[in-house]
């Protein structure tokens, strides 16, 4: 069973940067498409970015030139830099992992807050 732990939310200023990073347990993970959702309060969970195992990527409009998603399939973890941080980021971000035969995986999210 894939479980995803996401870290390194928290508060920044607007015009900041943030990491984030998601490790997923089991194997196989250069052959999952991972990447990351996020939720506003009162709002429905969207996409911001998505990589594939071949390593294609598709980012939101909202945050292209903004924000950058990576993996490192020898860690089993996939990133999210954030850069040029707004206010309208504030959310909830959760790591996604679509696994092959076994389906969706979703980890317990981690708040990101930009306030000055």
């Known amino acids: 069973q894939v479980q995803l732990v996401e870290s390194g939310g928290g508060l920044v200023q607007p015009g900041g940067s943030l990491r984030l990073s998601c490790a997923a347990s089991g194997s196989m993970f250069n052959t999952f498409a991972v990447g990351w959702f996020r939720q506003a309060p009162g709002k429905q969970r969207e996409s911001v970015a998505i990589?594939?195992?071949?390593?294609?990527?598709n980012y939101a409009s909202s945050v292209k030139g903004r924000f950058t998603i990576s993996r490192d399939n020898a860690k089993n973890t996939v990133y999210l830099q954030m850069n040029s941080l707004k206010a309208e980021d504030t959310a909830v971000y959760y790591c996604y992992a679509s696994v092959p035969l076994s389906g969706e995986r979703w980890g317990q999210g981690t708040q990101v807050t930009v306030s000055s």
């Open positions: 990589t594939t195992n071949g390593g294609s990527t």
